[in-house]
C-alpha cells in the first residue's frame, strides 16, 4: 500500500522547468517583459497560467492561511478550493487551483515555497503542478487481448484530451502489424512490446526495464497478475480498470459473472492496484442498468463501454492531482 | 413467484363497490338502457409463461379481442437459447361483456393448450387485494414508508399484520399509527435457538406474500417451504457485494464510491435469491459512515418499494435458476 501514491511523493522533490515546453503552450508574441521582469508597456496585462497544489498533512490550525497567503503573496489568484478533513481523523487535505504570472513567481521558486510550508507542517504529501510548464506525465499502457480500452485513450490522446507521453505500450498478445492499433502506434512513434507471459514466466524484469522512465502505468485489460515483486521495484503508482464493480466479481469474466448473478446494475471501477488482485484503493465506479432483454453480449458491451469511460475519468482526475490516499485503501477525489 | 401459480386456481367473485361510478341499472342487466351511456371499462393484466410455440400472440391476443378488450400494452419477450415465453398485457374492458369469471376460464383455457408455467390475470378494481404482512427487526425507515404510501393509497395491498422480532412501545409512531389503523403488531422475539417459525407461520399463513422490511433474522428453508409463497427481502448493499450483516459499514471500510440497495426474493440461501430492482447513489471521502447510512436506507425505501409495486402488477417472473424477469 505504501507503493501506491508513492510517484507523488516523488514529483514533489522535483522542481522541472523545462524551456521547450514553454513553447507549447504561448500563443502571444514573447513580449520581453517576460524576460526582464517587469512590463515595458504598463498597459499590457501579465500572462496568467494555471497551477494546481495538493497538500496532505496532519491537521492544525491555519494550514489553509498559510498555504493561501504563500500563493497570494506571489500575486496568484485561487480560482478553486477544496478541503478536506475527515471525522474523527487528524488529517488535512486540501486542492488549489490559482493562476499566477510566472515571471512574479518563477516555477523554481514556487516548488521551494511549496516545500518549505510542507515542511513546517510535516506533509504527507505536497505535489504542485504547472500544466504548461512541468513536462507531461509519462505513462506506459499494458494489455492483454482486448483492446477497447486501449484504443480509446489512443484516440482521446490524440485529441488532446489525455494530457500524457505514452512512452509505449506493452502487450502479451501479439498483433499483426496492420491493425488499426498497430499502424496508430507507428504513426505516432510509440513503440509496441510483445511479451508473452506463461504460467511460469510473467517476464515482470522485462517490464520493468521498459516502464521504468514513466511516471505511472495504466493496465487497460492487461489480464496478467503484477506481483508485489514488481510493485516494489516499480515503486510508482499502477492504475487498473476491473470491468465490474468491485468488489463484486473479482477475477475473471465479471461480466459473466454478472450476467449468471441475475444482477440488474453492472459497472466498472478503477483503482490502483497493489498485491491482492482486484482489491486496492478505488479510484472511480460508474454503473448501467441492466435487464432480462440483456443477454450476455450486450452485457459485455455495456461493461465494455463503462470501462472506457471509468478508465479515462480516473486517470483524468489522476492527472490533476484530485487524487489522493485516504486511510489504508480509500481515496479522496476532489 | 408461487403466489401466481396459486392464484390460477382462485376465482375472485366480488365486486367492487368503490370503483363503478354510473349508474347501476345497464350493469345488471347485461345491456344499456340508453345506447348513449358508453359502458364501463376497467382495467386488466394478464402475464403468461409457457414454452415458446409459434402462435402464442396470436390466440392470448384474439382471446382478449373477442371479448372486446383492448389491449393498451403489451410486453413479450422469448431470450435467445431458451425455449421460454414470457408475456404481459394491460388491456381494459366491459365486465359485463366479459364476466370475471368467464375471463379466467378462458385464459385458463389458453394456459392449458400451451402447458403454461403460469398463466396469472388480475383485475384490480374487482380481485380483492393482495394481503400482506410485513416484518421488521429495529429498524423502521422502510416500514414507516411502506405504511404511509399504503396510507396514501399508493401501495395497494391490505397488510394483514407486523410482526417483530423487537419491541416497540405503544406511544411509539409506528405503534400509534397501526393502532389506528387496526393493523396487529406482533412482538415475536427470536432467541438464538429459537426463531419461533412456526409462531410466525401461524400468523402469516393467510397471506398472499411476505415483505421482510429489514427483518434480521434468516428464515429457514423449512419455513419457506411451509409457507410455500414468495417472500421478498430489502438487503441494504448492493448484491452480491456486502453480503450479510452491515453491509453499509462494509462499503464504508471498502472505499466504494457507489453505495447501493437490492430488493429480491428470499430462498434458502442468504442474501443470494432471484434480484428483482437495484439502486445505486454516489458516495465520496465526504461521506462518514452516518452518511453512508443514510443514503443507503433512502435508497432502501424506494428500493423496496418499486420492487413491491412491480411485483403487485405482476411484472416480475422467475427466470432461469435465479433470474427475474421484470416488465
Known amino acids: 500500500w505504501l507503493l501506491c501514491f508513492a510517484m507523488i511523493r516523488r514529483v514533489s522533490t522535483t522542481s522541472s522547468l523545462s524551456a521547450t515546453a ?32 495538493v497538500f496532505h498533512c496532519p491537521d492544525v490550525v491555519g494550514i489553509v492561511a498559510k498555504l493561501s497567503d504563500c500563493i497570494a503573496a506571489k500575486g496568484g489568484n485561487i480560482l478553486g478550493y477544496d478541503v478536506f478533513v475527515p471525522e474523527n481523523k487528524n488529517v488535512f487535505y486540501s486542492r488549489s487551483e490559482f493562476i499566477f504570472d510566472p515571471v512574479k513567481w518563477p516555477r523554481s521558486q514556487m516548488g521551494e515555497d511549496f516545500e518549505t510550508i510542507a515542511r513546517k507542517f510535516n506533509a504527507m504529501s505536497s505535489v504542485v503542478r504547472v500544466p504548461s510548464l512541468d513536462p507531461k506525465y509519462k505513462i506506459a499502457l499494458l494489455l492483454s487481448k482486448q483492446d ?3 484504443v480509446e485513450m489512443l484516440h482521446k490522446w490524440q485529441d488532446g484530451k489525455l494530457p500524457v507521453d505514452i512512452t509505449c505500450v506493452i502487450s502479451n498478445h501479439e498483433r499483426a502489424p496492420n491493425t488499426h492499433i498497430m499502424r496508430f502506434l507507428q504513426r505516432h512513434g510509440i513503440s509496441y512490446h510483445y511479451l508473452p507471459t506463461t504460467d511460469q514466466n510473467k517476464i515482470e524484469e522485462e517490464i520493468l526495464e521498459l516502464v521504468k522512465d514513466t511516471d505511472f502505468i495504466v493496465l487497460a485489460r492487461y489480464m496478467q497478475v503484477l506481483s508485489g515483486n514488481f510493485l516494489k521495484g516499480y515503486g510508482k503508482d499502477v492504475i487498473n480498470i476491473h470491468h465490474g464493480l468491485l468488489p463484486s466479481f473479482k477475477g475473471r469474466s465479471p461480466a459473466k459473472q454478472a450476467f449468471d448473478a441475475g444482477v440488474k446494475l453492472i459497472g466498472a471501477t478503477t483503482h490502483f492496484v497493489t498485491e491482492e488482485l482486484d482489491s486496492g484503493p478505488i479510484i472511480e465506479q460508474m454503473v448501467e442498468r441492466v435487464s432480462h432483454r440483456d443477454n450476455l453480449r450486450s452485457f459485455v458491451q455495456k461493461s465494455e463501454d463503462l470501462e472506457k469511460k471509468c478508465l479515462m475519468k480516473a486517470i483524468k482526475s489522476y492527472c490533476e492531482l484530485r487524487v489522493l490516499p485516504y486511510g489504508t485503501h480509500k481515496t479522496v477525489v476532489f
Open 148 to 150: 477497447h480500452c486501449l
Open 22 to 53: 514553454l513553447g507549447s503552450f504561448m500563443k502571444w508574441s514573447f513580449k520581453s517583459s517576460h524576460f526582464h521582469g517587469e512590463s515595458l508597456d504598463s498597459s499590457v496585462s501579465p500572462l496568467l497560467i494555471p497551477g494546481v497544489h
